[in-house]
């Protein structure tokens, strides 16, 4: 699940772990780089489930 933090900064909340990762700071989603941030908010999340498909 994804989640906005109260300073406006994205995070992916893992249900399973109880475990909370930063995505994306406030800053990034300011930028005119939409399609550039989104694809790193993608990758990040890609990484996370690759990290528990090894576990």
């Not at 992916?12 to 780089?33: A, N, P």
Request: glycine residues 8%.
């Amino acid at each position: 699940m994804i989640g906005k933090g109260k300073s406006g900064d994205l995070y992916y909340i893992d249900g399973d772990r109880k475990e909370t990762v930063k995505i994306m700071e406030e800053e990034e989603s300011d930028q005119w780089t939409k399609s550039i941030q989104i694809w790193k908010c993608f990758l990040r999340m890609f990484k996370i489930v690759m990290k528990k498909l090894d576990n």
